[in-house]
């Protein structure tokens, strides 16, 4: 399989992605297992997979076809759930992940994804893909269920700093509508900035001060910006759009995820109370398949790093073919539209503007 450059722009195929076969906690036959899926039903998808040489070969060569479209990049040592950041980018140059970064770093592929532990990978894609010219935190985004028509919210940070000034705030709002502008083609996306109330008085001085840049923005970088929100807002039809802080953002990530969890597991329960529940969730098994696809984790998998000279997809490190397959699929997306040019074109069109960031947005008219 070869790869180029042109394979980076938006709408021509094929196109490459980087897969770390090493980083998930069910090992690479999972990471196999999914990227089979995703090749199956797309053709103009190509893969760089990185890991030990011998085990992946024989993994692949039980996959029908995969072969034919899959180059597997030999790296040895992989990147653990318990390694510190630090660490990995001092001995990590032979680790499975330091190989996934290097293929989208050095214009093979277009998007790397990794199963892998975010602070290494986070840290490792910082080093070798570097930030954007005027993004001072990168932050990562996720795809959050919600109430609107697209079926899904972008919610951002979510763990990648704990910390956020109130110009990274407006360069999360900025990255955020980009994404939803491209990823869910939203022409205006909503934007809301997370507080624990609705009203412009409440908040911590950055949030307001965040609200004010925010407000300033928004005309300019042609999204929309409804205020202030509420947890309650995140899945709801208020904003297409939450900023928040990567502290605040995992906690409610974390607790949504642990939610659906112990809904599907109440559902079970009281379904198996009594013959006639029994008989009832037959009855309603389609509803509940319904129901179960729709909040399933596994099927939103990925969160995306954003403010980077290149793509970066995290999967869960728990996440099984379904959760491999769903992220690939978002990495396929990304690259398709040509994501990575476009959000580089949003941040660059902004970091001439002065502190009060009057005239945000592209100069010639153009969204991205």
């Not at 609200?211 to 039809?237: M, N, R, Y």
């Amino acid at each position: 399989m070869t790869s180029s450059q042109d394979q980076k722009k938006a709408g021509a195929g094929p196109f490459v992605l980087s897969i770390d076969a090493m980083g998930g906690d069910r090992g690479p036959a999972t990471v196999v297992a999914g990227i089979a899926d995703s090749a199956a039903l797309n053709p103009d998808i190509r893969f760089i997979l990185h890991g030990p040489a011998a085990e992946l070969e024989r993994l692949v060569a039980k996959r029908k076809g995969l072969s034919e479209v899959c180059e597997i990049r030999d790296a040895a040592d992989v990147v653990s759930m318990d390694d510190k950041p630090s660490q990995v980018m001092r001995n990590g140059k032979k680790t499975s992940m330091w190989s996934t970064l290097d293929s989208v770093r050095n214009g093979e592929a277009t998007v790397a994804v990794s199963c892998g532990n975010t602070g290494a990978l986070m840290a490792l894609s910082m080093i070798r893909l570097r930030k954007l010219p005027g993004v001072n935190r990168p932050a990562i985004a996720i795809l959050w269920p919600s109430r609107n028509p697209q079926g899904f919210n972008v919610m951002l940070d979510v763990g990648a700093d704990i910390r956020a000034d109130a110009r990274d705030l407006l360069q999360f709002a900025l990255m955020g509508a980009s994404y939803a502008r491209n990823g869910l083609a939203l022409d205006r996306p909503r934007v809301g900035l997370l507080n624990v109330g609705t009203e412009e008085h409440k908040g911590r001085s950055e949030l307001k001060e965040a609200h004010e840049l925010i407000s300033q923005a928004a005309d300019g970088a042609q999204f929309e910006f409804v205020g202030f929100v509420e947890g309650g807002d995140i899945p709801g039809k208020k904003a297409d759009v939450i900023v928040t802080d990567g502290f605040t953002g995992n906690v409610a990530l974390k607790t949504g995820e642990g939610t659906a969890s112990l809904i599907g597991d109440l559902l079970k329960e009281a379904f198996a109370y009594s013959p006639l529940s029994r008989l009832a969730s037959l009855l309603a098994l389609t509803s509940l398949r319904r129901l179960q696809k729709r909040i399933d984790p596994r099927r939103v998998n990925g969160g995306v790093f954003l403010g980077l000279n290149g793509t970066v997809v995290k999967s869960h490190g728990s996440a099984d073919a379904t959760g491999v397959s769903a992220a690939v699929k978002l990495a396929f997306k990304l690259a398709q539209i040509g994501f990575t040019d476009k959000l580089a074109a949003r941040v660059a069109s902004t970091a001439a503007l002065d502190h009060d960031a009057d005239g945000f947005g592209a100069k010639d008219g153009t969204t991205q």
